[in-house]
């Protein structure tokens, strides 16, 4: 298996707060996108990328799904034999940051799930919390869905302090080609209330393109998380409400359908 389904995209995270007070976040990071079948080939490859061993830039399995022994693809494939999808032939690419110097946090880790052909037939997204909770929608889309990918469902597990577990997300994907768009609206029963975005650009997966991301954000991950905490300072600064953690029992997994949700209002 080659890594020529696998890319680096170089992007811009944004997250605007719309009530009860406004607030901006907007900081440029990169995300690899790695072909599951391909991690033999990576770790082989002369690329600065490790795989489930540490590295300057590693990528582990255990950092995403349920930490299993057996590898990350058995399960999504686990994931998703609970719909109604036929995962023969499935392959998976993760949409995610990597480890520098073992250390990641990945607020959201997005799972491409495609047939032989390349169509994208489930999505799953991984969120997760400071906490050490993790929550995964699974998405199964469509035959012949048009773009952007849109879907909607409530919000099943608590992440920020300063929103609520009362609320929606509406999900507008643009799945990976030239750009991607991972963009999420989380509304209350009064209407929007904050937008989160990541869009990138292709570059593809080799040894001189991942040496350019790791000069231009060596420091990345740290960044991640030190931001999260600032901005959590600066919204209880400007008054905004304090939700409290409360852990919700049941499974850690959704099955939610596709939906013709308008368009989410771009973050940028």
């Known amino acids: 298996m080659t ?17 009860p007070k406004s607030h901006l976040l907007k900081y440029q990071v990169f995300s690899l996108l790695i072909d599951l079948d391909a991690l033999d080939a990576i770790d082989n490859a002369a690329v600065p ?3 489930n061993r540490f590295g300057f830039l590693s990528f582990y399995e255990s950092d995403h799904g349920d930490k299993r022994k057996s590898g990350l693809k058995s399960w999504v494939m686990e994931q998703l034999s609970k719909t109604d999808i036929d995962i023969a032939d499935v392959r998976v690419r993760v949409l995610c940051y990597p480890r520098f110097f073992g250390y990641v946090f990945n607020p959201l880790t997005v799972f491409f799930c495609e047939d032989e052909n390349g169509e994208t037939i489930a999505i799953l997204y991984q969120v997760k919390n400071t906490m050490g909770e993790s929550h995964t929608y699974i998405m199964p889309i469509e035959a012949n869905a048009s773009l952007p990918l849109k879907h909607g469902c409530d919000k099943a ?74 901005e959590a300072l600066n ?22 359908k596709t939906t013709t949700k308008e368009t989410i209002q771009s973050a940028l």
């Open 3 to 19: 890594m020529d389904r696998c890319a680096i995209y170089n992007g811009t995270v944004v997250h605007r707060r719309l009530k």
């Open 49 to 51: 990328l490790a795989v």
């Open 157 to 230: 597990m608590y992440v920020s302090p300063f929103t609520p577990m009362e609320s929606t997300y509406a999900f507008n994907i643009v799945p990976p080609g030239d750009d991607i768009c991972v963009s999420i609206q989380q509304s209350d029963e009064e209407g929007p209330l904050l937008n989160a975005s990541f869009i990138g650009k292709f570059a593809a997966f080799n040894r001189t393109n991942l040496r350019r991301a790791i000069l231009r954000h060596p420091l990345m991950t740290i960044k991640v998380i030190a931001g999260i905490h600032l």
């Open 235 to 256: 919204l209880w600064r400007k008054g905004v409400p304090f939700f409290r953690h409360t852990p919700q029992p049941g499974a850690d997994t959704s099955i939610i």
